[in-house]
């Protein structure tokens, strides 16, 4: 038998209904804030992802799936969508349709890491995009988006952390400080970090290796250091996230996986989901529209995922999504009534109305289990001395309800199950 390739996973019948709700929560919300929806290629060129993650990263260096098609081009099977928005940004010129670009996305994403709970190969993320302001109340907005979504979901067990990274040239001299810091218990590091201290020593917070967590405790806090603008904008947030009555704390390790990063950053963790906690990440991005080729843009952003969310909601048990229903299923009760079960439930689909019928032969009783198990609303018996009379019978399968309808009032029907 072939199954499932390691690291993805089949989203099944039983599963959409919970997708569903929590797209539409993800599209209601997003449209409350006036985001419009983007939808960019699975794949994309792979310099895109190397310029605009950074050549460094983990994702870049040990996550992508790349491949060479038959042109000899490098593509890769996108593992964020930041870049993907950017490029599409620049390539339809929409800053010069209007001055600020409110995007969102519910895309698959791909990443060739370890799998395990709340983490997969093939994986599912939404976001949003903010291009053309530098406001910190833009980079606010972004967190309030994202927690509304996540209490709207109804989880509670979250933790809303934020940092900033300060403008590039602050940053470029906290890197110093960090260096002169780590410069003596470097040999301490693990083999990653001590790579990461020549290549981006910031990355050195991201490590889980406990002796790396130990070391980095005490060293200097890139909160402490940060260029004035960088403090101001920072105040404007924390206050903005005061008056939305947004608990939030700082994490002055919260440096991110991503190169593009500037100003803010921030997570949103959940102690739902083992291992993985971070349900939300994102912050503000000034440099990356120029990278990849446009105009100097400031930007900000953030991306969640799904398959984490809904493990959370699932261990939270916070989501009472309703049981699927059809509106009627039809019960044939005697042989040779077959096409004109057929042909009434055409009618009725063309009337928006959800139907189902029997296409195995099965008795009566078999077909009222099957009616159940669909949880349809009502039933249609068709046939007996009923049909023959010109009346079929019509169920309402909560109440009990019956009423008997004639063959030649097919609106009565519809009329009933609207």
């Not at 979250?158 to 300060?166: E, P």
């Not at 005490?218 to 206050?239: M, Q, R």
């Amino acid at each position: 038998m072939i199954k499932a390739v390691t690291g993805t996973k089949d989203i099944l019948p039983s599963d959409i209904p919970r997708w569903k709700y929590l797209e539409n929560t993800v599209e209601r919300i997003f449209n409350s804030f006036n985001y419009k929806e983007i939808r960019t290629p699975v794949f994309e060129e792979t310099p895109l992802f190397a310029r605009g993650i950074g050549e460094e990263t983990d994702i870049v260096g040990k996550e992508m799936y790349t491949f060479s098609d038959k042109s000899d081009t490098s593509l890769t099977l996108k593992p964020e969508m930041t870049a993907a928005v950017v490029r599409a940004y620049n390539e339809h010129s929409l800053g010069a349709q209007q001055s600020l670009v409110k995007l969102f996305y519910i895309s698959p994403m791909f990443r060739q890491e370890r799998p395990q709970a709340g983490r997969f190969r093939q994986f599912h993320q939404f976001g949003a995009e903010a291009i053309g302001s530098n406001s910190p109340l833009l980079d606010a907005e972004m967190i309030q988006m994202a927690y509304e979504i996540l209490k709207s979901l109804g989880l509670k067990n979250l933790t809303v952390k934020i940092n900033s990274l300060g403008t590039p040239q602050s940053r470029e001299n906290y890197k110093k400080l960090l260096k002169n810091y780590l410069e003596e218990k470097k040999d301490r590091l693990s083999e990653d970090s001590r790579k990461r201290f020549d290549k981006n020593i910031l990355r050195i917070f991201d490590s889980k290796v406990e002796s790396d967590q130990l070391i980095i405790k005490d060293a200097p806090k890139i909160t402490d250091h940060l260029d004035e603008e960088s403090k101001i904008d920072f105040e404007v947030v924390k206050e903005q996230l005061k008056k939305s009555n947004i608990p939030f704390e700082i994490d002055s390790s919260l440096v991110r996986g991503l190169d593009y990063y500037t100003k803010l950053t921030f997570e949103i963790d959940s102690g739902s989901v083992g291992a993985q906690t971070a349900l939300v990440g994102g912050g503000r991005y000034d440099l990356l529209i120029e990278n990849l080729g446009g105009k100097p843009t400031p930007a900000t952003g953030f991306a969640a995922g799904i398959e984490r969310i809904l493990l959370a909601c699932e261990n939270e048990k916070s989501l009472t999504v309703p049981e699927p229903s059809i509106d009627v299923y039809l019960i044939r009760i005697d042989d040779g009534l077959e096409s004109f079960v057929s042909e009434l439930g055409g009618k009725l689909r063309k009337e928006n109305i959800s139907v189902d019928f029997d296409y195995l032969q099965r008795s009566v009783k078999a077909q009222m289990r099957e009616a159940n198990r669909m949880n349809a609303k009502y039933t249609l018996f068709i046939g007996g001395d009923e049909f023959k009379a010109g009346m079929m019978n019509l169920k309402n399968m909560s109440s009990g309800e019956e009423e008997k309808i004639s063959l030649k009032d097919i609106n009565s029907i519809i009329l009933k199950l609207k």
